[in-house]
């Protein structure tokens, strides 16, 4: 596709399941970052990858949390054992790689944990 | 690690009117995003700028970064109920650094 793609668009989970967010990247960008943002607060970082390069996980809040991105393109961001503090819009972001210009941003999945 | 700050909070306009919303950068920035964010949607990229006293305009927004002070500043001229959402500024801090957001100025146009 054109734009950086995210499914599912909203997510209604009860507390204590593990849930999936997929990203689909630009093609032929390097980079793919993922966000959090709460209800009325800015972007949270949680995790980055470049390339075949180690990831940056320093933003991931708990063990709780994982990604994986495989082949260079499609990413998956799991949440394990839900907890209501979960609840935002996670962001997914892609771009050609640090410092060579704009992250585009997918619509984002809305994460509610009953 | 680098954190944005961005001031005001939160900004009402009347339609018309022209506005200045600003961003400070901990270190220094190596480059400055503006994004605009609509309620529960994605961000969408405005301008980037990377060299100091660098200024840029598209339609009736100007952003400018003054790369001493660590600032940037973007600026609506006429503004109109189209402009509202949340404004976000990002920099990226170099190599080894997170891609960071500032918290966001959320604007509102009255008509």
């Known amino acids: 596709g054109a734009g950086v793609s995210q499914s599912p668009s909203n997510k209604v989970t009860e507390k204590g399941k593990d849930v999936e967010l997929r990203c689909d990247p630009i093609s032929g960008h390097t980079a793919l970052y993922w966000y959090r943002q709460s209800l009325g607060q800015g972007l949270e970082f949680l995790i980055y990858f470049q390339g075949n390069s180690a990831p940056d996980k320093s933003g991931l809040p708990s063990d709780r949390f994982s990604a994986e991105r495989t082949g260079g393109s499609v990413s998956t961001l799991t949440i394990q054992r839900t907890q209501q503090e979960d609840s935002a819009v996670y962001l997914c972001?892609?771009?050609f790689g640090r410092g060579t210009g704009e992250l585009f941003f997918g619509e984002g999945s809305r994460l509610t944990v009953l | 690690s680098q954190e944005l700050e961005q001031s005001p909070q939160s900004l009402i306009v009347q339609e018309g009117k022209n506005l200045t919303i600003n961003c400070t950068s901990s270190?220094?920035?190596?480059?400055l995003y503006w994004y605009k964010q609509k309620y529960g949607e994605g961000l969408i990229f405005l301008m980037m700028?990377?060299?100091?006293?660098e200024e840029k305009s598209h339609e009736k927004i100007t952003a400018k970064l003054d790369e001493k002070k660590q600032q940037s500043s973007l600026h609506i001229t006429a503004s109109q109920p189209s402009h509202a959402g949340i404004y976000l500024c990002?920099?990226?801090?170099?190599?080894?650094?997170?891609?960071?957001f500032g918290p966001g100025t959320r604007l509102s146009v009255l008509p």
């Open positions: 270190k220094t920035l190596y480059g």
């Open positions: 700028l990377q060299k100091g006293g």
């Open positions: 990002g920099a990226d801090g170099g190599y080894g650094q997170n891609f960071v």
């Open positions: 972001a892609s771009s």
